[in-house]
């Protein structure tokens, strides 16, 4: 809806102007309700937790239920960044620790204007990893406070809900191909559990912990719901900033 208001006379540029503005602030409005935009919703935990498995089902079961959803992963080595990033994973690259950082970060901010085209499109995005585990594994090295960890990630989309998947590290360990990554060590998994424990005390965040020890299909039947009602609330709601 276009607002008229008198204004104070100032010459016809200035008027133009504050009209203008008007127009777009009402116009800005008008779009924000025109339509219900999608979810954004994260499955998180220590590697070899499930989030693969449960990300892959949980868009089947979204889809076989009407919904318009996708799926992303993180770090996505399909870019440049991303191609780097998976060298250094595998074990075929060395890079000081910063930079590795730096590069997750930069791998997540290089699809936000995709993702935030997708959710205002009204599709649900489920995103395997965040940048929680981008601040809980570069924390859990020596040298690195979380509050720094955090700095980069300031301001990406906020997720609507993050799923924990609880399984311990000694529990990990024992599932298929634990081991192959450069990360994949249980004291270093510990430490990263210890790190993802501090994220989940901020109250500025939907978390939910998900038992990952159950069955397959005794999670996914747990992340379905909460990923249900997550969906129908978010739908009106603007997207947030992350840690802001």
Known sequence: MLVTRILPFRGARTARLCLCKLHDSAGKQSGVMAGKRGALIVLEGVDKAGKTTQCNKLVQALQQSGQSVEMMRFPDRTTIIGQLISAYLEKKSDLEDHVVHLLFSANRWEMVPSMKKKLEQGTTLVVDRYAFSGAAFTSAKPGFCLDWCKKPDVGLPKPDLV??????????????????????????????????????????????????????????????THSLNTINTAQNLPLGELWK
Do not use: C
């Open 163 to 224: 799923m924990f998947l609880q399984l311990s590290p000694a529990q990990a360990a024992l599932r298929g191909q634990f081991g192959e990554e450069r990360y994949e060590i249980d004291d270093f998994q510990r430490t990263v559990q210890q790190k993802f424990d501090q994220l989940m005390k901020d109250p500025s965040v939907n978390w939910q912990e998900i038992d990952a020890s159950q069955s397959i299909e005794d999670v996914h039947r747990e992340i379905t």
